[in-house]
Each structure stands twice: as structure tokens, then as C-alpha cells.
């Protein structure tokens, strides 16, 4: 009963910052990786970050490093993506996820759990 809930979407301007938060809840596992996703209408749903649960190893990718950053908060089971200097681009509907198999971020990652999403629209 693995549950991922996404909060702090919303509409902001190009230049602006939001944080992401997502609560994990039901039976988890002892050693994971959580990812944020991002998806826009008629795209592929692409990897924004991941973060290892159990060590200091990040993955951000090219074109939101420097301004994102992914982060986690064991005790209260939440994992932040922070938003910073977000750009029209960034516009999209913005899942997390677990991939049970690696407890790092790898190069083919396996995710299985999803969160419903929750959107971030950026204006210019």
C-alpha cells in the first residue's frame, strides 16, 4: 500500500521559486530511490531529479541543474524538489516515484510507484 501524494504546484512567473513536496506513506522499503518526473501534454515523461533514501547520491537532469534541486526529509517522509528560476519550459505536470530495486540513482532506473501529479504552470 505504497501511497505518493504531490503538493505546491501552481501557477507562478518565469524567474520565480516553489517547492514541491512529496508524503510517502504505507509500507515502504529499506532501501530506494525517489525520483520527481515531470510531463507536458503530448510529451514524454522525463526524469527531473533523484535522490537516494539511505545516501548523499543525486541525479539532476541538464537542463534544471543549477536550479532545482531534489532533497528528502526521512522522519517525516517527504521528499522536496525546490524550484528555483523556473522558465516557461518547466511547465508541466510534476510526478514522484519510487524505483524499489536501486537504493542509488542509476543510469536505467526501474520505478514502480507513482504519485497522481500535481501541475506547475510558469508564465512569461
Known amino acids: 500500500q505504497v501511497r505518493l501524494v504531490e503538493s505546491g504546484g501552481g501557477s507562478v512567473q518565469a524567474g520565480d521559486s516553489l517547492r514541491l513536496s512529496c508524503a510517502i506513506s504505507g509500507r515502504t522499503f529499506s532501501s530506494f530511490t525517489m525520483g520527481w518526473f515531470r510531463q507536458s501534454p503530448g510529451q514524454e515523461r522525463e526524469l527531473v531529479a533523484a535522490i537516494s533514501w539511505s545516501s548523499d547520491n543525486t541525479y539532476h537532469e541538464d537542463s534544471v541543474k543549477g536550479r532545482f534541486t531534489i532533497s528528502r526529509d526521512n522522519p517525516k517522509n517527504t521528499v522536496y524538489l525546490q524550484m528555483n528560476s523556473v522558465m516557461p519550459e518547466d511547465t508541466a505536470v510534476y510526478y514522484c516515484?519510487?524505483?524499489?530495486?536501486?537504493?542509488?540513482?542509476?543510469?536505467?532506473?526501474?520505478?514502480?510507484?507513482w504519485g497522481q501529479g500535481t501541475q506547475v504552470t510558469v508564465s512569461s
Open positions: 516515484a519510487v524505483d524499489p530495486h536501486y537504493s542509488i540513482p542509476v543510469p536505467y532506473p526501474r520505478y514502480e510507484y
